[in-house]
């Protein structure tokens, strides 16, 4: 019964800590959660419509984002997750950026710039800031490889 209780609340409470609307780092948190690159749900309206671009251009095929941008790379290394840090480095009424950190098979430093949209915090450009830079607005709005 307390099983059953307990998977209630949290069922209930999993809609309101996909996005926040009081803090951009619970969006991103909840991002990692759901560990789906195709999770368009937190994504701004406009990086939003380059996803769905791209999944009608390339027809099934693999499109412009040949990775997973949330671990910055193909695969994961056993534990990745426990060394994830996320932190708040600027924010105000309607724009934020948020520090992903974390070792998957090598040091990783992600930054998310966030809008609110619609009283939400979503996902508006993710960048690399590691050996190999990259941003994913770019990577989206470019041609098909």
């Not at 996909?18 to 195709?38: G, I």
């Not at 990783?108 to 996902?123: A, I, M, S, T």
Request: net charge positive; charged share 25%.
């Amino acid at each position: 019964m307390r099983l059953t209780l307990a998977l209630l609340v949290t069922l209930a409470a999993a809609p309101a800590i996909a996005q926040s609307a009081t803090d951009p780092v619970e969006t991103v948190r909840a991002l990692y959660a759901a560990d789906d690159v195709n999770e368009w749900r937190f994504l701004a309206k406009g990086l939003r419509t380059l996803f769905e671009k791209d999944a009608t251009e390339s027809k099934g095929e693999v499109g412009r984002l040949g990775f997973a941008y949330h671990v910055n790379g193909q695969d994961t290394q056993a534990g990745w997750r426990k060394t994830l840090v996320l932190k708040t480095l600027s924010a105000d009424a309607t724009r934020a950026e948020v520090q992903a950190r974390f070792k998957n098979f090598s040091n990783q430093d992600l930054r998310y710039d966030l809008v609110k949209e619609n009283g939400l915090w979503l996902v508006t450009d993710v960048r690399a800031l590691t050996k190999e830079r990259w941003r994913l607005e770019a990577i989206m709005s470019a041609p098909l490889p």
